[in-house]
């Protein structure tokens, strides 16, 4: 089945270490998105891509950078993470189109920082 | 811009109880509706969309209307199961490839 695919399910860092989320998809969709999701709370954009044109929302802070070598992948990077930084992290993507029809997610990774 | 307010929750019912979880919106322009579906420790599935006024999403037995003139997309389920515990969340369109989400309704379901 085509699918949203992040690795890893939990991923555990120092405070302060980089660590890398990944994200795949067989859809073939053209956009894909991070977002962050804390305990009981809605999910909030961080960034994201249109093919290969990168936008980042106003408020993501600079600590989190993202990479798409190809359409298939995308990552995300915490440069410095912080215990505010432990959350659910999903990666989604949506298909090209004039609007945003659906956005199909994947199971989530989260992030502990100890 | 364009955002959701969700009904607050917990909500918790019995097998077999209906389910209504109401969602209002504000929105400039005529923005696409979507009840999205977290099972614990899981990603978000889309659970139902609408994309114009009076339209009807429906999907497992759960039903929404777009409701332009009550600015409403409200979640509703004449019978729910055990097996419908999660956390809904309400979502609608901003700009052109952007999601706001509420802030989500977390119901639990007892047999």
């Known amino acids: 089945d085509a699918m949203v695919i992040q690795n890893p399910r939990y991923q555990v860092t120092q405070f302060g270490k980089p660590v890398t989320l990944s994200c795949s998809q067989t859809?073939?969709?053209?956009?894909m998105y991070w977002y962050q999701q804390k305990s009981s709370q809605a999910p909030k954009l961080l960034f994201h891509?249109?093919?290969?044109?990168?936008?980042n929302e106003a408020d993501t802070p600079d600590n989190f950078q993202s990479r798409r070598p190809n359409t298939s992948f995308c990552f995300l990077d915490i440069r410095s993470p912080g215990l505010g930084d432990a959350a659910m992290y999903l990666c989604?993507?949506?298909?090209?189109?004039?609007?945003?029809?659906?956005?199909?997610f994947g199971q989530g990774t989260r992030l502990t920082v100890v | 811009g364009n955002s959701v307010t969700q009904m607050e929750g917990p909500v918790t019912l019995s097998e077999e109880a209906f389910l209504t979880i109401n969602c209002t919106y504000t929105?400039?322009?005529?923005?696409?509706l979507f009840w999205y579906v977290q099972y614990p420790g899981e990603g978000l599935q889309l659970l139902l969309k609408?994309?114009?006024?009076?339209d009807k999403g429906s999907n497992k037995g759960f039903e929404a209307t777009y409701r332009k003139e009550t600015t409403s997309f409200h979640l509703e389920k004449g019978s729910v199961q055990v097996s419908d515990s999660a956390v809904y969340f309400c979502?609608?369109?901003?700009?052109?490839?952007?999601?706001?989400f509420g802030a989500g309704t977390t119901v639990t379901v007892r047999a």
């Open positions: 859809l073939n969709h053209n956009v």
């Open positions: 609408a994309t114009k006024a009076d």
């Open positions: 929105a400039t322009g005529y923005p696409s």
């Open positions: 989604a993507t949506s298909p090209k189109g004039g609007l945003v029809t659906e956005a199909f």
């Open positions: 979502a609608l369109t901003r700009g052109v490839y952007k999601l706001s």
């Open positions: 891509y249109y093919d290969k044109d990168f936008n």
